[in-house]
Nanobody, 115 residues
Framework: QVQLVESGGGLVQPGGSLSLSCAAS????????MGWYRQAPGKQREFLAR???????NYGDTVKGRFTISRDNAKNTVYLQMNSLKPEDTAVYYC?????????WGQGTQVTVSS
C-alpha cells in the first residue's frame, strides 16, 4: 500500500533552518504532484508548497521566499527546505501525493521554532 513517511522535524531557534524529507513507498512518485502542508494546534491545515511531476513549484504566501520544495524521483522522496524560521512556523508538517481519486498523506513530523 501507499505509505509516506516524513522526517527531519525537531526544535530549532528562530532564524534557523530545517530540511524535511518525505519518503514514499508503494508508489512511484515520478508521475504525481507532491505537496507539503502544516497544521498548528487549533488551526486548519495550511498549504505550504507543491511540486508538479514536471518540477513546477508554487508556494503559500506565508512561506514564499523562505521555503523551497524539491523532489528526487530516483529516491522516491520529496523535500522541504525551510529557512528563516519563525515561532509561528511551529506546527506538524505533512506531505501528500496527489493521486486520484484521493490524496495520500503521511503521519506528520513536528517542527518547533523556539528560543
Amino acid at each position: 500500500q501507499v505509505q509516506l513517511v516524513e522526517s527531519g522535524g525537531g526544535l530549532v531557534q528562530p532564524g534557523g533552518s530545517l530540511s524535511l524529507s518525505c519518503a514514499a513507498s508503494g508508489i512511484s512518485i515520478s508521475v504525481y504532484a507532491m505537496g507539503w502542508y502544516r497544521q498548528a494546534p487549533g488551526k486548519q491545515r495550511e498549504f505550504l508548497a507543491r511540486i508538479s511531476s514536471g518540477g513546477s513549484t508554487n508556494y503559500g504566501d506565508t512561506v514564499k521566499g523562505r521555503f523551497t520544495i524539491s523532489r528526487d524521483n530516483a529516491k522516491n522522496t520529496v523535500y522541504l527546505q525551510m529557512n528563516s524560521l519563525k515561532p509561528e512556523d511551529t506546527a506538524v508538517y505533512y506531505c501528500n501525493v496527489e493521486t486520484v481519486p484521493r490524496f495520500f498523506w503521511g503521519q506528520g513530523t513536528q517542527v518547533t521554532v523556539s528560543s
